[in-house]
């Protein structure tokens, strides 16, 4: 594979953006090398500027469910944009995503949208410490919530990768009041309910964590949190920023038999476009302004073009009974079919998988939470990225992400998947 192009963009692009990029993952800084850089993308491929093709395992971080460009949310684009791209003004498409999404998520009367998963995830903790009069937040390590100060505190996804989470700017009076505990370990959330019985305003949890490669909740795990939450009077979040949507119409709620308080949306509801959200029982979301005194706003809030690219999505989601499992089929092909090849090769590995959520991590050690994530070898990480990126297969470029899946992919691309990393193993 030649990256020329990329790279001469990716020079002028450092000269006026930070990085050369506007989000921190996409510089490879984890794996090395200089960033792709896109062309176009249809189904299941990106087309790089040098003319390279890859399959695409990333999805846009989860949103592109459907493959990218899908034919009639572009429709629906391209027809909503000649009437305008933002009003500021109510619409009756926000309404009717909206009843939509209540219709398919349990445990929810009302939902706010917003325009990314951060905003979605900062608003649902605010609302819960106004509903709770309660200050402290629990979070767990390796989790992340998107770049809101409160989370950034042993975050997971890009500030593991680049050895800060725990980001510079995050002062010590917003660190006092998010409280770590560790993912799948109840002991943990117990002692820091103990220590503060009073105090807890709302535990905020990844029901199945991608922030860590992906990691699934041990049985047990999620039941336990909502019952500390019941005993110890704070709200459970569900963050399904990459699981709302992902895992099903009603997401992890729905697939695990767990009900959260408040829950946040982001990725697919917006279809590619940038959307977020936070839902809940009437009497928590009546809080919220201008009903209730919780503050939270937005200038594009809602507006047409991301409303008609998230709704078109999920209808196409709800009107395709066999999507889901499906797609979860494709995964679990990849995962057996990768796992065949490389069980042999006295490589420490392990995989993690959920629905359409897949990890590979270099380690002999279970993969269970932040400190186990952590243990795996990152130069093999570096080698297998690029060994498939170079084969034409685009993967996460850093080991704290999970793959995702796309309802694009064809038996094919998932065959050629698996040559390009036999050939690599070939190699080490
Ligand atoms: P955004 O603000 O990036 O839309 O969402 C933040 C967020 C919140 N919650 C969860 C569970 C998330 O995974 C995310 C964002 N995910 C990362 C991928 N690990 C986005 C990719 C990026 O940072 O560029």
Same mark, same amino acid.
């Not at 960033?35 to 093709?53: S, T």
């Not at 409280?179 to 009073?198: H, M, R, T």
């Not at 009546?286 to 690219?309: F, H």
């Not at 796309?406 to 038996?411: G, M, P, T």
């Given at each position: 594979?030649?990256?020329? +192009?990329?790279? *001469?963009?990716? @020079?002028?692009?450092?000269?006026? !953006?930070?990085?050369?990029?506007?989000?921190?993952?996409?510089?490879?800084?984890?794996?090395?090398?200089?960033?792709?850089?896109? @062309?176009?993308?249809k189904g299941a491929y990106l087309h790089d500027v040098d003319g390279n093709r890859f399959i695409d395992y990333i999805s846009s971080w989860g949103p592109m469910i459907l493959g990218h460009a899908q034919e009639d949310v572009i429709i629906?684009?391209?027809?909503?944009?000649?009437?305008?791209?933002?009003?500021?003004?109510?619409?009756?498409? @926000?309404?009717? $995503?909206?009843?939509?999404?209540?219709?398919?998520?349990?445990?929810?009367?009302? $939902?706010?949208?917003?325009?990314?998963?951060?905003? *979605?995830?900062?608003?649902?903790?605010?609302?819960? +410490?106004?509903?709770?009069?309660?200050?402290?937040? !629990?979070?767990?390590?390796?989790?992340?919530?998107?770049?809101?100060?409160?989370?950034? $505190?042993?975050?997971?996804?890009?500030? $593991?990768?680049?050895?800060?989470?725990?980001?510079?700017?995050?002062?010590?009076?917003?660190?006092?009041?998010?409280?770590?505990?560790?993912?799948?370990?109840?002991?943990?959330?117990?002692?820091?309910?103990?220590?503060?019985?009073?105090?807890?305003?709302? %535990? !905020? %949890?990844?029901?199945?964590?991608?922030?860590?490669?992906?990691?699934?909740?041990?049985? /047990?795990?999620?039941?336990?949190?909502?019952?500390?939450?019941?005993?110890?009077?704070?709200?459970? !979040?569900?963050?399904?920023?990459?699981?709302?949507? +992902?895992?099903?119409?009603?997401g992890a709620q729905e697939r695990l038999g767990i009900n959260a308080d408040i829950v946040t949306f982001g990725k697919v509801v917006g279809g590619g476009l940038p959307v977020g959200a936070f839902a809940a029982r009437t009497e928590i979301?009546?809080?919220?302004?201008?009903?209730?005194?919780?503050?939270?706003? /937005?200038?594009?809030?809602?507006?047409?073009?991301?409303?008609?690219?998230?709704?078109?999505?999920?209808?196409?989601?709800?009107?395709?009974?066999?999507?889901?499992s499906r797609l979860d089929g494709k995964t679990q092909q990849l995962h057996e079919g990768m796992k065949a090849l490389i069980e042999h090769k006295g490589i420490p590995h392990q995989f993690n998988r959920f629905g359409s959520m897949l990890?590979?991590?270099?380690?002999?050690?279970?993969?269970?939470?932040?400190?186990?994530?952590?243990?795996?070898?990152?130069?093999?990480?570096?080698?297998?990225?690029?060994?498939?990126?170079? +084969?034409?297969?685009?993967?996460?470029?850093?080991?704290? @992400?999970?793959?995702?899946?796309?309802?694009?992919?064809?038996?094919?691309?998932?065959?050629?998947?698996?040559?390009?990393?036999?050939?690599?193993?070939?190699? %080490?």
């Amino acid at each position: 594979m030649l990256y020329q +192009r990329s790279s *001469a963009l990716f @020079e002028a692009a450092k000269k006026v !953006i930070p990085g050369g990029v506007n989000s921190p993952v996409r510089a490879f800084k984890s794996v090395g090398g200089n960033p792709v850089f896109v @062309e176009k993308a249809k189904g299941a491929y990106l087309h790089d500027v040098d003319g390279n093709r890859f399959i695409d395992y990333i999805s846009s971080w989860g949103p592109m469910i459907l493959g990218h460009a899908q034919e009639d949310v572009i429709i629906a684009l391209t027809q909503q944009a000649q009437k305008g791209t933002s009003y500021g003004m109510p619409t009756a498409l @926000e309404t009717e $995503i909206a009843a939509l999404v209540v219709s398919m998520v349990p445990n929810i009367d009302k $939902i706010r949208f917003v325009n990314s998963g951060t905003e *979605a995830c900062m608003s649902a903790v605010r609302l819960a +410490r106004g509903f709770t009069h309660r200050e402290k937040i !629990i979070k767990f390590a390796g989790c992340y919530h998107g770049h809101s100060d409160a989370f950034l $505190i042993q975050a997971g996804s890009g500030a $593991i990768t680049f050895g800060a989470p725990n980001s510079p700017g995050v002062t010590q009076g917003t660190a006092k009041d998010t409280l770590l505990a560790n993912y799948n370990d109840l002991a943990s959330v117990e002692a820091v309910f103990q220590q503060y019985p009073e105090e807890v305003a709302a %535990i !905020i %949890i990844e029901p199945v964590a991608g922030n860590m490669g992906c990691i699934p909740p041990n049985a /047990g795990f999620l039941e336990g949190l909502r019952a500390l939450c019941d005993q110890f009077g704070a709200l459970l !979040i569900f963050d399904e920023v990459m699981t709302g949507f +992902r895992l099903g119409l009603g997401g992890a709620q729905e697939r695990l038999g767990i009900n959260a308080d408040i829950v946040t949306f982001g990725k697919v509801v917006g279809g590619g476009l940038p959307v977020g959200a936070f839902a809940a029982r009437t009497e928590i979301m009546q809080e919220l302004a201008p009903d209730g005194p919780v503050y939270q706003a /937005g200038t594009l809030s809602g507006n047409p073009l991301a409303m008609i690219a998230g709704l078109t999505t999920l209808k196409l989601l709800q009107a395709d009974k066999e999507l889901f499992s499906r797609l979860d089929g494709k995964t679990q092909q990849l995962h057996e079919g990768m796992k065949a090849l490389i069980e042999h090769k006295g490589i420490p590995h392990q995989f993690n998988r959920f629905g359409s959520m897949l990890s590979l991590h270099f380690t002999d050690t279970p993969v269970v939470d932040f400190k186990t994530a952590a243990l795996g070898n990152n130069d093999h990480f570096k080698a297998y990225f690029h060994g498939m990126l170079d +084969r034409g297969v685009y993967l996460p470029s850093s080991a704290f @992400e999970s793959y995702f899946l796309n309802d694009a992919l064809s038996n094919e691309d998932i065959a050629f998947t698996l040559d390009a990393f036999q050939d690599w193993l070939k190699t %080490i």
